[in-house]
């Protein structure tokens, strides 16, 4: 099993759509959960992070933790073209842990 | 700031030729690096890790290896390329304090024809 399992997608939404990206995790030590985003032929950026359970928001983006059933989630609202990327959630405990990456198209 | 530079930025090589790769990171010390690979439509592949000078931790048995001769430089070797070798090289570093921080370099885009 992954320590990190993320939907490949691709996801289509038109501008302004409310997006919801998400990831599993299997290892309940797991402390700290990042949101990376990725352009087309670049490398990742971070884009938040989240310690433990919780929410937490950064302008249009909110990323989301439940440990109870070890979910990670990232919302982004009013999405805009801008935001056509591939986002990568991940992990850490001692080194780093990817998802493979959902790709997300937000047409105008 | 802190900055990681990567070069080349794209890069085609001969089956069987050598590799070098380069990384260097600007304005931190004693950083962790990494290196990773990324094949088209698929996740990060971690392949080398260090945490200080000479200190090279392998995650995947390849005919790649790492070295660091420096604090702040990471270099990706291979004697003989591969077709599968092909594939997107990430750079990244994270400070010793931070269990979530790490940053990415622009990569290398390897072609092995």
């Known amino acids: 099993q992954k320590e990190v399992e993320q939907d490949p997608g691709p996801l289509s939404v038109p501008e302004g759509a409310i997006v919801s990206l998400n990831c599993t995790y299997s290892?309940?030590?797991?402390?700290?959960f990042m949101w990376y985003r990725q352009y087309s032929r670049k490398g990742p950026e971070l884009l938040m992070y989240?310690?433990?359970?919780g929410n937490k928001e950064d302008g249009r983006f909110t990323a989301q933790v439940d440990k109870s059933s070890k979910y990670i989630s990232l919302f982004i609202r009013d999405s805009q073209p801008s935001d056509s990327a591939t986002y990568l959630c991940?992990?850490?405990?001692?080194?780093?842990?990817f998802g493979s990456g959902t790709k997300l198209n937000v047409k105008p | 700031s802190q900055t990681i530079h990567q070069w080349p930025a794209t890069l085609v090589q001969p089956v069987g030729s050598p590799l070098s790769l380069e990384c260097t990171v600007e304005?931190?010390?004693?950083?962790?690096l990494y290196w990773y690979r990324q094949a088209a439509g698929r996740g990060l592949q971690l392949l080398f890790y260090?945490?200080?000078?000479?200190?090279i931790s392998s995650e995947v048995p390849q005919n790649l290896s790492a070295s660091r001769p420096q604090d702040r430089q990471f270099i990706l070797s291979s004697k003989k390329l591969l077709l599968s070798d092909s594939g997107f090289y990430l750079c990244a570093w994270n400070p010793r304090s931070s269990s979530y921080e790490q940053y990415f370099g622009p990569g290398t885009r390897l072609t092995v024809t």
């Open positions: 989240t310690y433990s359970s």
């Open positions: 260090s945490v200080g000078i000479g200190q």
């Open positions: 290892n309940s030590a797991f402390q700290y």
């Open positions: 991940a992990t850490s405990f001692n080194k780093f842990y």
């Open positions: 304005g931190t010390s004693n950083p962790n």
